[in-house]
């Protein structure tokens, strides 16, 4: 994959004339609905922009991303908030239960690897503890599919008490841990990676939402939080490792 040195919209414009005119159809688009595409799949994009779901997937990479997916994490603020939050905490409290535990175990390993100071345990009593020995310049991150975790909502009902900030990754938008979030960053499980074959109850998508927050939280310094849009991305590696897809 190439190095983006621009962001999506700077990318597009750039690019816009050398693209192939079913491509251009969706790109007019994205530029002239940003704040819609970041919420929607490859499938609701297709039928929006009366384009097929193949020729957003050739645009994407003829841009130089590896996926439509990518792409859109790119153009979330969602993300570059998240990442905010995260760089800005004293300590980050990882936290998950069930299937999304080796989730949460990844996120852990890559954020310390990248220098950030993370606490995370498999065990509900480990993480209540963390949490309560922890203070208001901490970060808790939860991650729940459903959003219903009894333990996870425990854990944030706690967290809230001790005045942290909460960064949710969640794919349902009307559970209740919403009520506890100071971001969120939500997945979309309906035919998001129908192209790639894998079910929507998979948790790649889990893992694709960490492989995008470390590559923000990697180039923070070189991101503009006063504007929309990144600007100056240098030194840029793959926003999803190709060994999840």
């Known amino acids: 994959m190439q ?3 621009t962001s999506v919209i700077e990318n597009i414009k750039h690019n816009f004339e ?4 079913a491509e251009k159809k969706t790109a007019q688009y994205i530029l002239d609905h940003l704040e819609e595409v970041t919420l929607l799949n490859i499938s609701q994009l297709a039928k929006k922009a009366h384009a097929s779901e193949a020729s957003i997937v050739r645009m994407a990479k003829h841009l130089g991303y590896n996926d439509f997916f990518q792409m859109r994490l790119l153009l979330s603020n969602d993300l570059l908030c998240a990442a905010k939050l995260i760089c800005e905490a004293r300590m980050c409290h990882i936290i998950g239960a069930g299937n999304t535990i080796p989730i949460a175990s990844d996120l ?3 954020l310390q690897r990248n220098g950030q100071s993370c606490m995370y345990s498999s065990l ?5 503890n963390n949490i309560a020995l922890g203070d208001s310049s901490d970060l808790v991150i939860a991650i729940s599919r459903s959003g219903a975790s009894t333990q996870v909502l425990k854990a944030l009902s706690l967290a809230k008490k001790k005045e942290m900030k909460i960064l949710v990754i969640t794919a349902d938008p009307n559970s ?4 506890f979030s100071d971001a969120i960053l939500q997945i ?3 035919n998001e990676m129908h192209d790639q074959n894998v079910r929507a109850d998979s948790h790649l998508l889990e893992l694709a939402v960490n492989d995008a927050l470390i590559y923000v939280i990697k180039n923070y310094p070189l991101f503009n939080f006063d504007d929309k849009l990144p600007t100056q991305i240098n030194d840029v590696e793959l926003l999803l490792s190709e060994t999840k897809f």
Not at 18 to 21: G, I, K, N, T, V
Not at 176 to 179: A, G, N, R, V
Request: proline letters at 9%.
């Open 108 to 110: 852990r390993f890559r």
């Open 176 to 179: 209740q841990i919403m009520d």
């Open 3 to 5: 190095i983006i040195k």
């Open 188 to 190: 979309n499980d309906t």
């Open 124 to 128: 509900p009593e480990q993480y209540f």
């Open 18 to 21: 050398e693209l192939f005119p």
